[in-house]
């Protein structure tokens, strides 16, 4: 009966004595009428492992989508990192010219951007694999 219930009330009326009341829920009777029970909670039953099926679905897209998220505001600070160090590259090599030292020479290279962004495109390949897995499941 659990199943049928729409909920269940303890109403105490000052007397010390508990009252129950069972009310059910009003759009379901014509079926739980015409069809046997067991019947219809099998069916709600089937119903919730669909729902459940479906969350799953949506939950795996959500957390690709985020990761995905993730990796491309990381590749986005990581080339902002990389411009930053060429164009302070092309300022020193200006100075340096202009002051005759070469000692004040820069690198280019920025090897933490560049780890920085093969994280990035490893997290992108992981967040869209996990919502195409969905897929070949």
Excluded at 57 to 69: C, K, L
């Amino acid at each position: 009966m659990e199943d049928i219930l729409d909920d269940i009330d303890n109403l105490d009326i000052g007397l010390g004595t508990n009252f129950v009341f069972y009310q059910l829920d009003w759009d379901n009777i014509y079926s739980l009428y015409r069809g046997p029970l067991w019947l219809e909670v099998e069916k709600q039953r089937e119903m919730e492992d669909f729902a459940d099926e479906y969350e799953s679905i949506a939950n795996r897209i959500t957390i690709g989508v985020t990761i995905t998220t993730v990796a491309t505001i990381l590749a986005a600070a990581m080339g902002s990192r990389m411009a930053e160090k060429k164009s302070d590259h092309h300022f020193s090599v200006m100075l340096a010219d202009m002051k005759e030292d070469s000692s004040l020479l820069e690198g280019e290279f920025d090897i933490l951007a560049f780890l920085g962004l093969i994280l990035a495109f490893i997290l992108s390949l992981f967040g869209l694999a996990l919502p195409l897995s969905i897929l070949l499941s």
